[in-house]
């Protein structure tokens, strides 16, 4: 079978000094979609905003872990490239949260200044670097997720948040795409192979129902218009994920005995902590610096 194409290296061959920045095409596009100056004043589904955003970021954090310890070295550029654009997802949200809440914080002030039970992310997204199994199996079901989420959002009463959704349903199809290559791979592969994608299936559906329950910023959100219910979401998105299972000669479990909650009110696992000190160590060390 052919080994899943990575996309191009994101680098800046224009001569000029690198920056602590994004470079690659994002950073070269400009202004991100979710500018604050485009829609300024409080709105009531602010936090909604924040879960998406938080989802994006924490777990751009996870699979940048994967660099350097990717089975190759083109799946370390690959997982990097979708690590950058879940990261410009929350740049694109972070300043405009901030400016429709009512505290004005700026993208910083939200990735590296809150504590753990400020963060609205899922447990997805949180959990610790496993498996490669276990990491296709989790980018699979974001993934598709995401495309469900975004393809939705595109349709949303506010113009930033359907401009945010817009470009990043075209990186979302993508990762989607990249997680289902690997996923058939390994499930079609070798007796091993198959043994450790099957069960890494298993261990990830504990997180999944937390995907699309309907918690009260949400169904605010879509009250309004500017956000969708994610329990709609679930059948197109199982529905999804199940014909690459089936491809791939797997199994889609059933039900897990247990199930994660809490991520969107503040109640996180353990890794998350551990996360969140790797990833604000800098920024907490020196308050105020500006890079």
Known sequence: MSTPQSPPPRSDTSGRPRSSTPSGPTAERGPLPGAAENSPGTKPYATYLLGLADDAMVYAQRLGEWMTNAPQIEEDMALGNIALDLLGQARGLYPYVGSIDGTGRSEDDFAMHRDEREWRNVHLVEQERGDFADEMARL????????????????????????????????????????????????????????????????????????????????????????????????????????????????????????????????????????????????????????
């Open 140 to 291: 699979l079901w974001f993934s598709a997720y995401q495309v469900e989420l975004h393809t939705a959002l595109g349709a949303s009463s506010d113009d930033v948040v359907a401009g945010v959704a817009g470009k990043a349903l075209k990186e979302v199809r993508y990762h989607l795409d990249h997680a289902a290559l690997w996923v058939v791979r390994l499930g079609d592969g070798t007796e091993e192979s198959q043994r450790r994608m099957q069960a890494a299936l298993q261990r990830v559906l504990p997180y999944l129902a937390e995907l699309f329950d309907d918690d009260a910023a949400s169904v605010q959100a879509a009250g309004l218009g500017a956000g969708v219910l994610p329990s709609g979401l679930h059948d197109a998105v199982v529905a999804r994920v199940a014909d690459v299972v089936g491809e791939a000669t797997l199994t889609l479990p059933d039900e897990s005995p247990w199930r994660s909650r809490g991520g969107r009110d503040g109640i996180h696992s353990r890794p998350m902590g551990y996360l969140l000190a790797e990833m604000q160590h800098i920024a907490r060390s020196h308050p105020g610096a500006t890079w």
